[in-house]
């Protein structure tokens, strides 16, 4: 199993361009995350997943968007890239209800300039 | 408001020592609480889940305990090894809810 695996590894992108983070698990889990990571901060949930076809806003969804169209694959697309979307961002999936541990992917660092 | 707390300053301490990480709540219930190490670059990884009605759990050398009264959780780390050294999440989850993550401790051990 490769787990959760997260495409690219790093990405400098200037402002108002746009582009898609890829997420990806293997795991077959209903559950899936997005998360952003600021300096010093703990996680902050950008975008979650129940299940394919299923999505719903977490507590920072401004300026993203997510699709859900496979158990596999949770894209996260940015558009109109901003500074305050320089972050470190982390995929998670989850199986049962949601309630058990999550498994994270290796993260994508973003710079916008 | 609702604030999960963690040791805001980095936690030193000597190899072969028990480290403890306290993680306080404030206007939360959550159903079930848990501990993530995250090492430099790298994403969390799971290490520990406790429930609301349990008052401790144990894993090898990790222990925590979960108070609901006092709405914290500590995280021990007994025989603390340089390996030990990383950045541990506390995130908490109440019933149907998703995972709310405090801001991490950093654990220094020095041999």
């Known amino acids: 199993n490769a787990g959760v695996t997260q495409t690219p590894k790093f990405r400098i992108l200037k402002i108002g361009q746009s582009m898609t983070l890829q997420c990806a698990q293997d795991?077959?889990?209903?559950?899936m995350y997005w998360y952003r990571q600021d300096p010093g901060m703990g996680l902050k949930l950008i975008y979650y997943?129940?299940?394919?076809?299923?999505?719903d806003k977490g507590e920072v969804p401004n300026g993203y968007n997510v699709s859900r169209s496979t158990t596999e694959d949770f894209p996260l697309r940015l558009e109109l890239a901003a500074p305050s979307q320089t972050s470190v961002y982390f995929c998670?999936?989850?199986?049962?209800?949601?309630?058990?541990?999550?498994?994270f992917g290796p993260g994508t660092r973003l710079t916008v300039t | 408001s609702q604030k999960i707390e963690q040791n805001s300053e980095a936690l030193n301490i000597q190899e072969g020592k028990t480290a403890t990480l306290t993680c306080n709540y404030t206007?939360?219930?959550?159903?079930?609480l848990q501990w993530y190490r995250q090492d430099p670059g790298r994403g969390p990884v799971f290490l520990l889940l406790i429930r609301e009605n349990e008052k401790e759990k144990r894993k090898e050398r990790l222990k925590v305990t979960f108070d609901t009264t006092l709405k914290q959780s500590l995280f021990h780390i007994t025989a603390s090894q340089p390996a030990d050294s990383a950045t541990y999440l506390c995130?908490?989850?109440?019933?149907?809810?998703?995972?709310?993550f405090g801001q991490g401790t950093e654990l220094s051990v020095k041999p």
């Open positions: 997943s129940v299940g394919a076809g299923i999505t």
């Open positions: 998670a999936s989850s199986g049962g209800q949601g309630l058990n541990e999550q498994y």
């Open positions: 995130a908490l989850q109440e019933q149907g809810g998703k995972l709310i």
């Open positions: 795991m077959n889990h209903n559950y």
């Open positions: 206007n939360y219930s959550p159903a079930y």
